[in-house]
């Protein structure tokens, strides 16, 4: 079964520092991967997600993440955070033409001035 | 164009009622997603339609939930004999299909069972 996991539920940093948002999955089959954002009191939108090919991906507002299939990891970064970014982000997988995500519990950045 | 709608946004209904909640995809998507998500966690999965079938419904919990999607389009998650333990926000998304395509998520529906 499919399973994802993001360390640190809750993440600090203060403005302009690198954000580095963890995240491991456990897939049978090759994954896709995906980071969505969720702002208080507001639908999930997909930040980038991973298919095929190039393994570093270029997101929307400065994220890229990079899928590394041996650590099983693909961790999502910023390098200088914004007030903006803070939200909470959830990493998912799904298994190749399934469909269905399996989302992580989320992390929660917070970015102090 | 417009992106995924749920209503009602918000739902107050007492233990034991019943309960049906809606989502209008993206038009044009063929697959449609129900989530579960609960306060501090990531969503759950309950049940996808590819077209007008329940193509996975692995997620649901019991049979007290129920969806549909008679069109094609819209669809209705109906909860049963609601339990307290069922108060969350139900989330719906769309994709063009389900193969592995960008899901996009509507804002929604808070439901809280007395």
């Known amino acids: 079964a499919q399973s994802v996991t993001q360390l640190g539920s809750h993440v600090s940093v203060s403005e302009g520092a690198l954000v580095l948002l963890r995240c491991n999955y456990s897939?049978?089959?090759?994954?896709?991967l995906f980071w969505y954002v969720q702002y208080p009191n507001q639908g999930l939108q997909l930040l980038l997600k991973?298919?095929?090919?190039?393994?570093l991906v270029k997101g929307i507002n400065g994220f890229e993440a990079e899928f590394k299939k041996s650590e099983t990891s693909f961790h999502l970064t910023k390098p200088s955070a914004h007030m903006s970014d803070a939200a909470e982000y959830f990493c998912?997988?799904?298994?190749?033409?399934?469909?269905?995500?399996?989302f992580g519990q989320g992390t929660e950045l917070s970015v102090k001035p | 164009g417009a992106g995924v709608s749920q209503t009602p946004s918000n739902k107050v209904t007492e233990k034991g009622k019943y309960v049906e909640l809606r989502c209008d995809p993206i038009?044009?998507?063929?697959?449609l997603y129900w989530y579960r998500q609960s306060l501090g966690q990531g969503p759950e999965f309950l049940i996808y339609?590819?077209?007008?079938?329940?193509?996975?419904d692995s997620g649901l919990p019991n049979d007290r939930f129920f969806a549909v999607r008679p069109e094609g389009s819209v669809s209705t998650l109906k909860i049963q004999r609601t339990e307290r333990g069922d108060s969350a926000v139900y989330l719906c998304?769309?994709?063009?299909?389900?193969?592995?395509?960008?899901?996009?998520f509507g804002p929604g529906t808070r439901l809280l069972v007395l």
């Open positions: 998304a769309s994709s063009l299909t389900s193969g592995g395509e960008t899901q996009y």
């Open positions: 897939s049978s089959v090759p994954p896709y």
């Open positions: 991973y298919t095929t090919g190039a393994t």
């Open positions: 998912a997988v799904s298994d190749h033409g399934r469909g269905k995500l399996i």
């Open positions: 038009s044009g998507h063929t697959a």
């Open positions: 339609f590819q077209g007008t079938g329940a193509a996975d």
